[in-house]
Every structure is written in C-alpha cells, then in structure tokens.
C-alpha cells in the first residue's frame, strides 16, 4: 500500500496565515517557499494566486505537485527572495495582497547531511541554499583570522568569537577543514558548554551559514521590496527564529510604523506618513503543544504588519557588518 507523503507544517504556519487572511481573488507571495505549507494553506482559499520563491532549487522541484494540485493557481521561481518585487512584475503581479516570509534554514536542509548546515550530521562543509558560490569551507580556508572572528561575534554573537578563529587558522595549518565535524570538533575544543546548554559549535555554525547565504541582507532588502509591492490593505508575516533577524523584522516595523523626520532641522509639514500599521505590538511565539511537536518552534516569532495608502519609505543603507565579497578577497 503506498503511504502519502508527510505535508511540511510550518512552524507558526496557523498563525501566520491568520494573519495573512487570505481572501478570495487574493494574489499572495509565499517568498520563502519551503515544503509549501504557507502556500497550502493559503490556496486553501478559493480562487487565490500564490506566487512561491525560493533559492533553494531542491525546494522548487519538491513543489512541483502541488503546482499540479493547485490548477494553475501556484506558481513557483528559483530566486531570491530580496528580489521579490522584480519576480512581481515577471509574473503580471505589480500589487499584491499579502508576503509571508519564513526566515533562515528549513529543518529539511538541517536534516540532509549532504547540504552540511547540521554539526548533528558528518557532512560536507557547503552550506550553500542555492549551490552558487562560495562555501563555509571556502570561507574558513581563505578568510582572514580577524575576519573570521568578526563575523563569528557578529553573525552568531559567539563570545568566544577569537578563540574560535585562532583554532581554525591553527587546524587549517595542518590540514583542509572540509567536513562539518572537523570544524565542530575544532569549536568544541574550545568552547565549553555546560549541560543542557546548547552544542558548543551552535553559533559557528550559525554565523557561517549566515554569512555565506548573505542572510541578513537578504532579510533587509526582502522587507523593503515587500513595503513597495504590497497594496493599501495588503499585509506582510514574517516568522524569524533568531535574534538578529527579529530585530532587524521589529526595527523595519517600528520605523515603518510611525510618522517619520521631524527633526528640528525639519518643518513638521515633512513628516512622513507610516507606510505600515502594526497587529503584532508584542511577536507571537509558539504554543507548549508546537513545542513539544518541533523543538525547533521554541525560538520562533512572527510578526506581522498592514500596508497604508503611504508612500514607501527609502530603503535604509546596509548595516556595517562583514561582506562576503571582501573576506572572500582578504578585504
């Protein structure tokens, strides 16, 4: 007898979509595609269009079923979700009625060893969502000791920041960190962790999955193309699971959120208007039942937001924070 396969349930996904609310006619984009359980659910409402992106061209090919299933009505692009607004005008969508946004690795690239984002699971060090460019081991066999530091205190706020990078520097000498348990067992040799505590090797990790994805940025430049995309009424969720993408998600609310300029070198006449009005004023977290079903629910927090008639606002310049381009470089 030939068993269904599992559906992806997101993790917040009931209450995401909640605050999606979709409705009929409705043109959503789901812009972290996933197993497809955002657009699941939100096709559960008749007649929407939902348009999927995402990087990961595993994730595509896995939603190919449900485009069939859908009649049409899903449509998925092997893209960037930082240029979400350019695929909306691709695909005949210029406005459309609501973005959610699931932040960060999918437990289904954590659980395939091959991908080498899991210290749980020997691999090799990739960690790559796309395939395209280049690796952690890239990155840990040419970046700077310094720069190697810097981004493991930045992006995974890793205390032991220099230690860490001494001790990689120190292994590469002797021999290629190829393997995600080569690079953990260097980590844990000099990051202690007391019991119960997470794996030693956790924000390394972290840090460099972030930065080899160029996360963060993507983050930023997915929530401004989203604020010009969105139609009066439209409603953007995004569920993040770390702390540096929940604040940059609650400051691009907040600053969004409210009457801009105002500066006493500006006539109150030049206040902006707020571009967005916010339905979470505290995130929403898991329940104890979620938790219990995916460990991994316990750190995540959604956050969502309705578009005014307002004008966006200019994108804010990047955040000062090592780049790819640079270290890849010896910048």
């Not at 269009?49 to 009649?71: K, M, P």
Request: charged share 25%; glycine share 10%; with cysteine.
């Amino acid at each position: 007898m030939m068993v269904a396969p599992v559906r992806h349930v997101p993790v917040l996904g009931r209450e995401a979509v909640a605050m999606l609310a979709p409705r009929a006619g409705g043109v959503y984009i789901d812009a972290t595609f996933g197993g497809g359980g955002y657009s699941r659910a939100i096709l559960a409402t008749a007649d929407t269009r939902v348009i999927g992106i995402d990087r990961d061209r595993t994730a595509i090919a896995g939603g190919f079923g449900l485009v069939e299933e859908s009649g049409g009505r899903l449509t998925l692009v092997e893209d960037r979700f930082s240029n979400l607004a350019a695929i909306c005008a691709a695909e005949g969508a210029d406005a459309v009625d609501g973005i959610v946004m699931d932040v960060g690795v999918s437990s289904m690239q954590l659980d395939e060893a091959g991908r080498g984002f899991s210290f749980r699971l020997d691999g090799p060090l990739d960690m790559r969502m796309s395939g395209h460019g280049p690796t952690a081991a890239d990155v840990v066999a040419r970046a700077s000791e310094t720069d190697l530091a810097n981004l493991i205190y930045v992006f995974g706020e890793e205390r032991r920041s220099r230690a860490v990078a001494r001790a990689i520097v120190a292994a590469r000498r002797d021999a290629p960190i190829a393997t995600t348990r080569a690079l953990a067992d260097i980590v844990s040799k000099v990051v202690r962790a007391k019991p119960h505590e997470i794996h030693p090797a956790t924000r390394t990790f972290q840090a460099l999955r972030i930065f080899v994805n160029e996360e963060l940025d993507e983050l930023i430049a997915a929530l401004a193309a989203a604020e010009r995309v969105l139609k009066p009424g439209g409603r953007l969720a995004v569920v993040s699971f770390h702390s540096l993408e929940d604040r940059i998600v609650k400051n691009f609310f907040a600053m969004r959120g409210k009457a801009g300029g105002g500066s006493r070198h500006r006539p109150e006449i030049e206040r902006a208007a707020p571009s967005f009005a916010i339905l979470t004023r505290r995130p929403v977290t898991a329940g104890e039942d979620e938790v219990r079903a995916n460990p991994r629910a316990r750190s995540a927090k959604l956050r969502a937001a309705e578009r005014t008639a307002a004008p966006a606002l200019d994108a804010d310049a990047q955040p000062d924070w090592p780049s790819l381009a640079n270290v890849m470089r010896g910048g």
